[in-house]
């Protein structure tokens, strides 16, 4: 279904009900109603301006994702997306939604680094650290960026990782999570905890900028 008639949809059923519809199912209309995914993929569809949010809801709760919908930049104040001006039903609706993505959209084919021209671990870690939403909250290339919620501070760096782990601990830290980060062996197996784990050791520090993590 095209966006215009997804729109109308979403008007009509808001006009026709007591209450605006709401849930994943009314939240995945109001998503695409509202242009998100010209910047956001899910899965194989989407644009490429903005994160990849098909692990979002494995790596954000819904609250944040309804405070961040609201106003991005009270969360993240170096924030680049605008305010997407949703009613309080639609906010709540998408972020719903949003809350259901655990990668479940990948194509069935295998996931974006599945792929045979990626010939080394750390070549499929960095397609893995951009699309399976690590880029998303550490930065490009693992930088870090400050982040205001709940915990406050800055989102580690991840620059110089081997000075400080060697392959076998980044992997555990990885797959156990921690304070403000999930437990990624939940959804990636051994082979994937490894690839990222093999790109993230060649990324050298930035001067006087070292791990965090």
């Known amino acids: 279904m095209k966006r215009g008639a997804l729109a109308?949809?979403?008007?009509g059923l808001a006009a026709c009900s007591p209450r605006p519809p709401t849930g994943p199912a009314a939240g995945k209309a109001y998503f695409s109603a509202a242009g998100c995914a010209t910047c956001h993929r899910i899965?194989?569809?989407g644009g490429r301006t903005g994160p990849d949010l098909t692990t979002v809801g494995f790596r954000r709760p819904e609250p944040w994702l309804?405070?961040?919908?609201?106003?991005?930049?009270?969360?993240?104040?170096?924030?680049?997306?605008?305010d997407p001006r949703l009613s309080d039903g639609a906010r709540?609706?998408?972020?719903?939604?949003?809350?259901?993505?655990?990668?479940?959209?990948?194509?069935?084919?295998?996931?974006p680094w599945d792929d045979a021209a990626l010939t080394t671990p750390a070549a499929r870690g960095r397609i893995l650290f951009a699309r399976a939403g690590c880029l998303a909250c550490h930065g490009?290339?693992?930088?870090?960026?400050?982040?205001t919620d709940a915990s406050g501070g800055r989102i580690p760096a991840l620059t110089g990782l081997a000075q400080t782990y060697t392959p076998a601990e980044l992997v555990d830290k990885i797959r156990r999570g921690g304070p403000g980060m999930p437990a990624w062996g939940e959804v990636l197996d051994a082979r994937e905890l490894?690839?990222?784990?093999?790109?993230?050791?060649?990324?050298?520090?930035?001067p006087g900028a070292p791990a965090s993590w």
């Open 43 to 45: 899965g194989a569809d």
């Open 140 to 147: 490009r290339r693992g930088s870090g960026r400050l982040e």
């Open 66 to 82: 309804e405070r961040w919908l609201k106003d991005p930049r009270s969360l993240r104040p170096d924030a680049l997306m605008p």
């Open 92 to 111: 709540a609706a998408i972020a719903a939604y949003l809350a259901t993505l655990r990668g479940q959209d990948w194509p069935s084919g295998g996931r």
């Open 194 to 206: 490894d690839d990222v784990a093999a790109y993230l050791l060649t990324l050298g520090p930035r």
């Open 8 to 11: 109308v949809l979403v008007a």
